[in-house]
């Protein structure tokens, strides 16, 4: 059973940063993608990056260029690096994973099969 467990959100002011950690257990697959979600009350889940075992890399348009995510394989954890935060990054976000998987990532809430519980992400224009 994969576990994971996000951390790093808090308040901040516009135009400023974020570093977020989603520390990973029993992922015990070579193959597998990982990716960032963010949700606001009312609206549905939004996949923002996604990231794969091969290192393959995917964003939303909606934070192309200013979040990015990595991952740290010796530690067993996935960051998302956000600059130049914005009010309308406001919400609770969340890492999942699909494993196992060959496939490319993919930012399709349903095409992920364990999820976090959450850090909320509040930023202040």
Same mark, same amino acid.
């Given at each position: 059973q994969v576990h994971l467990v996000e951390s790093g959100g808090e308040s901040v002011q516009s135009g400023g940063s974020l570093r977020l950690s989603c520390a990973v257990s029993g992922l015990i697959y070579s193959y597998y993608y990982m990716g960032w979600f963010r949700q606001?009350?009312?609206?549905?889940?939004?996949?923002?990056?996604?990231?794969?075992? @091969?290192?393959?890399?995917?964003?939303? @348009?909606?934070?192309?260029?200013?979040?990015?995510?990595?991952? @740290?394989?010796? *530690?067993?954890?996935?960051?998302?690096?956000?600059?130049?935060? *914005?009010?309308? @990054?406001?919400?609770?976000?969340?890492?999942?994973?699909?494993?196992?998987?060959?496939?490319?990532?993919?930012?399709?809430?349903?095409?992920?099969n364990f999820w976090g519980q959450g850090t909320q992400v509040t930023v202040s224009s």
């Open positions: 606001v009350p009312g609206k549905e889940r939004e996949g923002i990056a996604a990231i794969d075992s @091969d290192g393959n890399i995917v964003y939303a @348009d909606s934070v192309n260029g200013r979040f990015t995510i990595s991952q @740290d394989n010796a *530690k067993n954890t996935l960051y998302l690096q956000m600059d130049s935060l *914005k009010p309308e @990054d406001t919400a609770m976000y969340y890492c999942a994973a699909n494993a196992p998987s060959t496939a490319r990532p993919t930012m399709v809430a349903d095409e992920y």
